[in-house]
């Protein structure tokens, strides 16, 4: 079980499975030492007790334990196109981790694992040599942290002190870490690098208390993004997902107006813009846990594969808060599907 207690940002897991190719890295060691109190299994592959059968990725989630596996190749994968490149066309997204802390209902890990449970993958220089061989041929785009929380996680398995100094010495790779944390310690002890992106995943007050289990405030988020900005991080406001509905729609523009009356506009790089999609394999299987969710209830339409709002929909709200986006910044530094 792992439960966040009061003083910030420190978890405790009751369990804490390890693959034996595992147990002689650094960070394993660390968390050994660091969670002493837990009780550790040692495992032969953490798919195993990841991929068991019957589990319930809700139920779960409130009981999570903690993996500490060695991962295979692939290190990094092409991006797929529901994602946003920001104008890239070599993008890629790596994943330390697999799952995340928060518990979002909207979340597409749902229908992606069969478990809650969090994998941390120890063996990070191979993640390095495989990402250093990519870029070698050409500039590539990063997203970090898709998959994951990497700064909510930084209490636990610190990823980001671990890679600094890689990703400061590939100044042809560009790399974003998306975030809902208020967790600052990572902007307080590293010194900003061009090639590190923040992107704070931001969302009105409602949104975030109807669908953002476990989540931090709208006010502790921008708290967190001043904390970067005033440290001269690049930042990116992610807009993403984006609702639409009779019971949503009135919150989007005082939402729009409070953020830019707290944050300066002309202090973040850019934004990025998505209203909520999903697979239709991850969103059926989603379906059947969150049988209770009305979001999983709505008519969308599919496209490709993909199930979102109809695409006029989609241009008539997008039009609709254009209007009040455009009214701090840029028209071309806002980056949509």
Not at 33 to 61: C, G, P, T, W
Not at 104 to 130: H, R, T, W
């Amino acid at each position: 079980m792992s439960r966040l207690s009061k003083d910030s940002n420190k978890y405790f897991f009751d369990s804490i499975y390890i693959e034996e190719d595992a147990l002689n890295y650094p960070i394993t060691k660390n968390i050994i030492e660091k969670y002493n109190a837990s009780n550790f299994i040692v495992i032969k592959h953490y798919k195993d007790v990841f991929n068991r059968l019957n589990q319930n990725f809700s139920v779960q989630k409130q009981n999570q334990s903690l993996i500490l596996a060695v991962k295979n190749k692939p290190f990094i994968y092409r991006g797929p196109d529901v994602c946003q490149n920001f104008g890239y066309s070599n993008f890629y997204y790596t994943s330390f981790l697999l799952n995340c802390i928060f518990d979002c209902e909207y979340c597409y890990l749902q229908g992606m694992y069969p478990s809650s449970n969090i994998v941390a993958f120890v063996n990070i220089e191979d993640f390095k040599s495989e990402i250093k061989h990519t870029v070698s041929k050409e500039t590539a785009f990063l997203a970090a942290s898709y998959d994951t929380d990497l700064i909510a996680f930084h209490s636990i398995i610190p990823y980001m002190d671990y890679f600094y100094d890689f990703f400061k010495d590939l100044p042809n790779l560009l790399v974003e870490v998306r975030t809902k944390s208020a967790n600052d310690i990572f902007y307080k002890t590293h010194k900003p690098i061009d090639n590190i992106i923040i992107a704070f995943t931001l969302s009105p007050h409602e949104i975030i208390k109807k669908y953002e289990k476990h989540t931090p405030s709208l006010d502790v988020r921008i708290k967190a993004v001043k904390a970067a900005i005033s440290r001269g991080f690049k930042v990116r406001i992610c807009l993403d997902p984006i609702f639409i509905g009779d019971d949503v729609d009135s919150f989007y523009e005082p939402f729009y107006n409070y953020l830019f009356s707290q944050i300066n506009p002309d202090d973040i790089l850019d934004i990025g813009y998505g209203f909520f999609r999903m697979s239709k394999d991850f969103f059926k299987r989603i379906e059947k846990i969150r049988f209770d969710s009305l979001l999983f209830c709505e008519n969308y339409s599919l496209k490709d594969d993909v199930l979102s709002y109809p695409d006029n929909l989609q241009e008539k709200i997008m039009e609709k808060h254009y209007k009040i986006l455009t009214k701090y910044v840029d028209r071309n530094k806002i980056f949509s599907l």
